[in-house]
């Protein structure tokens, strides 16, 4: 599709959203080359990739988005011209529970990349997030001008992060763009998430604690969308600018567990309503026009890319049994245990 080859600085391609937008831009971008750079945490893994290491057009460079020095080093070595940041602690669960390391990752991180990007003239598309508009009242989608009213650490260190973002364009004029993704769902997302843990709860016959009474309301968007409308920015977006990616449509989290259920012939006797998140947001809703208004359209309607999702964790059991038992389980009895087994007493 580009004529001119790119060389892109993809950080957290490793992960859920960054190694699918690689898969993607190899496919779709043949005279581009690729440069994966992250730090390999728990959500990082090789094994995203692991069928496209061989690509001549596909680089690793293994660290952190916080380690000015390392990644400037990768930009000036692989003559790096656009910067396209995935790299974020994302769950809010973690950053409930150890909220420091968002504000490292996901504010200073930015910081950083922004700062290089000013020193060498590249342009930077951000990654962020729904979350950061906060709850949505009914009859309201959120519009990329509203005020960013975030609720949970995680929101609040993206909010930052995109305000961070626009200060560069306004203050020196850095060619940058952002997109504010909905719940994605799809392929190699991390079983600490909503739909692969209810998936891969299902697929081993373990109870799905389900928050509160499961009527909060939630954009589910395949991350392929995503990808696409990260691509039409890319493209076609106006440098400053911010873009809401999603379907425009909600469901709410009980339709999206019965989806699962439905779609791996799970047991509906396994839901567990639990004990609700602290400050869980009851709805999010985006208007997407802006980003229609640049010719893409989603191809997945929420319910299509929840079954698609649930499909994928129950054709690839050796992607997420060895992490179901590793260090996530620790975590699991730790947000879960009680919960249940306060449900269950």
Not at 179 to 196: I, L
Not at 307 to 335: D, K, L, M
Request: proline fraction near 5%; glycine fraction near 8%.
């Amino acid at each position: 599709m580009n004529t001119k080859p790119q060389k892109i600085l993809v950080t957290g391609g490793c992960g859920f959203i960054g190694s699918n937008f690689v898969r993607y831009w190899l496919e779709h971008h043949s005279n581009d080359h690729v440069v994966v750079y992250d730090k390999l945490t728990y959500a990082g893994r090789r094994e995203n990739l692991q069928d496209l290491w061989s690509n001549p057009r596909l680089t690793f460079v293994q660290g952190d988005i916080a380690d000015q020095a390392t990644v400037r080093e990768a930009c000036v070595g692989h003559q790096i011209n656009l910067i396209v940041n995935f790299a974020a602690e994302t769950h809010v669960d973690q950053s409930i529970l150890g909220p420091l390391v968002f504000t490292d990752t996901n504010v200073r991180g930015t910081h950083v990349l922004l700062e290089v990007a000013r020193e060498l003239g590249l342009r930077l598309h951000h990654i962020s997030t729904d979350e950061v508009y906060g709850h949505i009242a009914a009859g309201h989608q959120s519009a990329e001008t509203d005020p960013l009213a975030p609720r949970s650490p995680y929101a609040a260190s993206k909010a930052a992060a995109d305000q961070l973002v626009q200060a560069y364009f306004i203050t020196y004029g850095l060619p940058v763009t952002i997109t504010r993704g909905a719940n994605n769902v799809g392929p190699y997302q991390h079983p600490e998430k909503a739909v692969p843990l209810f998936a891969t709860n299902a697929l081993r016959g373990e109870a799905l604690p389900v928050y509160g009474d499961g009527l909060q309301q939630r954009d589910y968007a395949h991350v392929l969308d995503h990808c696409t409308g990260i691509e039409t920015v890319l493209l076609r977006g106006q440098p400053g600018e911010v873009y809401n990616v999603g379907t425009g449509e909600e469901m709410t989290n009980l339709e999206m567990v019965n989806i699962v259920l439905r779609e791996l012939g799970g047991d509906p006797g396994l839901v567990r309503h639990v004990q609700d998140r602290p400050g869980h947001d009851r709805r999010y809703s985006m208007n997407v026009n802006r980003l229609r208004a640049l010719g893409w359209t989603p191809q997945y309607h929420p319910r299509d890319a929840v079954a698609h999702a649930a499909r994928w964790y129950a054709q690839n059991r050796w992607w997420w049994e060895p992490i179901r038992e590793g260090t996530f389980r620790e975590y699991y009895e730790r947000q879960y245990g009680q919960r249940l087994a306060e449900r269950s007493s």
